[in-house]
């Protein structure tokens, strides 16, 4: 199955070492509240967040350094098992 990266809008604060963290995001028209930065990673071209969102949803954004935008890279439900980024 193909998959293709939702992108999303983000409301992101750059810290004082100048690294974009995501606050708040924009899906599907919805704007979704950060209310937990459960965990981060990153590579050498990208910043990946899982974040706890308003809505109760799980999701992993991904910031591309070198392009500077963001995408959704998956959604999980609080319930079930992962579901694909619309």
């Given at each position: 199955m193909e998959t293709d990266l939702?992108?999303?809008t983000v409301e992101?604060?750059?810290g004082y070492k100048g690294e974009e963290t995501p606050r708040a995001f924009t899906l599907e028209g919805s704007r979704l509240l950060v209310s937990e930065i459960?965990?981060?990673?990153?590579?050498?071209?990208?910043s990946y967040f899982r974040v706890c969102a308003?809505?109760?949803?799980?999701y992993v954004?991904?910031?591309d350094l070198d392009k500077m935008s963001w995408q959704l890279v998956m959604c999980?439900?609080?319930?079930k098992g992962v579901k694909e980024p619309t």
């Open positions: 939702a992108h999303v992101a604060y750059a459960v965990a981060r990673w990153y590579t050498e071209t990208h308003s809505d109760q949803h799980r954004l991904r910031y999980e439900t609080t319930n």
